[in-house]
């Protein structure tokens, strides 16, 4: 349960036992407890490799182990992006060249994002393992779907009436028409499940103890709340956050629908890539020590080059965390292209600039925090609108002058980092 003031008691707590964590470090604690990591997997792997499987979908699941951290904790349950304008830089990434990597955070935004920049590899890098998991049912789901409506209803766990499908040239809203068409049942989404749990039961040693149980939950969230389901945030909801329905029909500002399902040549770029194993969920600290170099090593080891970074509003937890600047050092060490970019998204304020950086002192955070959730309680019908623009920074420029930034807000205010 997230409760007022959490972010900062997590935070000061953090920096309480620095000190003892710092002793480990010295000690060699964290490389004896990857040692032990390492290994406990590597026998789930050697057990699962007895199990017959292509070789290439083997070494999926280790490369998926082998670059990530154990799961670490966020506040907030993320099923569905929060950002609604995330196709804002659609322009800035369909003039990069062709080819290069991506890596992302989040949920299903990062599928648009690879079709539009014609990604060879997608890293997908996230500190909570749901969203690794959430990610292995994406892979089933398109794995499973042959048409965009199917891949839809497969989601929301309703049957599909594959005669009727409306087609490659229809629009997302004659595909979203189609897959809710028959109502869902518990029936449905039973058998929904368990095509895809077969799917993701051809690839032995993928999932860890616990995550067989989880995935099966977070599909469930879907068929619960269908296409009205949104970003989760426990706690009072202080805003109306965009629905999937939302997402899937979001336009940029030319007014194109660019999602990964409006159009079948965009869908069809995600299939083949999550088919061809080139959709990598990773758990993973960006500002931690091992998954985000491990990942550019990888990167670095197939001779590629990283076109895309979409870090959403990450860095705001990493200021507050006093992990922005190891964040910065991983970044340098990612093999980057010359033109590569950062999409950033941050959160707005009711005058239309982004919104102040969270206070510093516990006090301040908790009169903050109370001051919201008193105004959400007195009003629940009055929500505003979650406005959360997505933004194109240049990285060269954006690491050039890293140091100097404060805070977050600076950090998006900064219109000289803007890709045009």
Known sequence: MHFPGERTIRGLAER??????????????????????AAAIEAHLARAAAISMPAEDLAWVRLHHRLSEPGGYFFSENLVSNESGFLAPAPVLERLPRGLAYLGVGPEQSFSYLALIGCSTAFVVDVRRDNARLHFLYRAIFEEATTRSEWLALLLGRPHDAAGDPGPGATIDAVIAHATRLAPTEASTRAARARLDARISRLPGLRLPGDGARVAALHRCFF??????????????????????????????????????ASEAAF????????????????????????????????????????????????QYLFERGTFARWVDNLRSLPLHPEAVLLRAYPEAEDGQPAPDAPRTLFAQLRRSASLAARAYARPGDRPLHVMPTIAHRIAPFLDRAETYRGFRELVCDVDLLAR
């Open 16 to 37: 309480a036992v620095r000190p003892a964590v710092a002793i480990g470090a010295r000690l060699g604690l964290p490389a004896i407890a990857r040692r032990a990591r």
């Open 224 to 261: 619960r709340r269908q296409l009205a389901i949104t970003f989760q945030l426990a706690g009072p909801r202080l805003r109306r956050y965009p629905t999937l329905r939302d997402q899937l029909e979001a336009r940029d500002a030319s007014g194109r629908q660019l999602g990964f399902l």
């Open 268 to 315: 069809r770029a995600v299939r083949e890539a999550e088919r061809g194993s080139r959709v990598l969920p990773v758990v993973g600290d960006l500002g931690g020590e091992v998954a985000v170099r491990a990942v550019g090593a990888e990167i670095r080891r197939r001779g590629e080059q990283v076109g895309a970074i979409y870090v959403s509003n990450v860095e």
